[in-house]
Structures are given as C-alpha cells and as structure tokens.
C-alpha cells in the first residue's frame, strides 16, 4: 500500500481526472496525498503583470485547485497541498525525489509523439526522472 502519494495538479481538466483516480487508490486508506502545484516562471510574470496584488494572485492560483480539493473533501480524503515555483515538470520531480514519495499521479494532455518530442511535456519529464512509481492519467 502506498503511504505518500503526490498529486501533481494545475486545475486543468487531465488533472482532474488523475484526481479521480487518486480517490480511487486511497479512499479508505490512511495513505497522505499531498496535491503540488507549480507556479511556472514563464507563466507568472503576465500573472504578477496582471495581478492586483500578491494576495490576490494567491486566490487566483488556489481557485485553481478548488475543484482538485473539493473532489477529495468529498470523498472524505486528508490531503496538503504545496505550491511550488519554477518548471513544473523539474519542480515536481525534485520536490517527489526529496520528499521520497511512494507514487506521483500526473494527467497527460495525450500529445502524440512529434508533439511531446517538439514542445516537450510535464509528464514526459517526470516518467523520466521521478525515482518512484508513476501513474500517468490520461
């Protein structure tokens, strides 16, 4: 049985789902879900740019993960939830390596081939480099 399972989450519907399939491993258990979002560099300066404040720009990033944290509420599922800055696809694996985690859960967007060769992807680069079982959600 898993004892830590990451939850790598953005909001978006893939993470959605991989939630879904969180709640079905753990549920009933006493494993500790831990939900990582991570705030991208590339992506926070037109956040900041636009943002009324750094409070405000925190409530924009949780509303992100309000339906992630409502689906496990639900159901009953103790989870943390840690934020993260960088490169979420380097951000997750050091922070899943460091943590020694016994799973990280992660949504794939299903790019085909020459997509994830080109633009590269999240899960691609965590399958690589996390030291841990992965399970990618598609």
């Given at each position: 049985m898993y004892q830590h399972i990451i939850l790598a989450a953005d909001g978006s519907d893939h993470s959605i789902r991989a939630t879904e399939e969180t709640i079905k491993l753990?549920?009933?258990?006493?494993?500790?879900?831990?939900?990582?979002?991570?705030?991208?560099f590339s992506k926070s300066k037109d956040e900041v740019l636009h943002a009324e404040g750094q409070e405000a720009l925190e409530v924009k990033r949780r509303k992100k993960l309000l339906p992630i944290e409502e689906a496990l509420d639900a159901q009953g599922i103790e989870y943390t939830l840690k934020l993260l800055?960088?490169?979420?696809?380097?951000?997750i694996v050091e922070y899943a390596?460091?943590?020694?985690?016994?799973?990280?859960?992660?949504?794939?967007?299903?790019?085909?081939?020459?997509?994830?060769?080109?633009l590269g992807s999240v899960s691609h680069k965590i399958v690589k480099r996390v030291e841990c079982p992965v399970l990618l959600v598609k």
């Open positions: 753990v549920k009933g258990t006493q494993t500790i879900v831990e939900i990582v979002y991570v705030s991208d800055r960088g490169e979420p696809g380097p951000a390596n460091d943590s020694q985690a016994d799973l990280v859960i992660v949504g794939s967007r299903g790019l085909n081939s020459l997509q994830e060769m080109m």
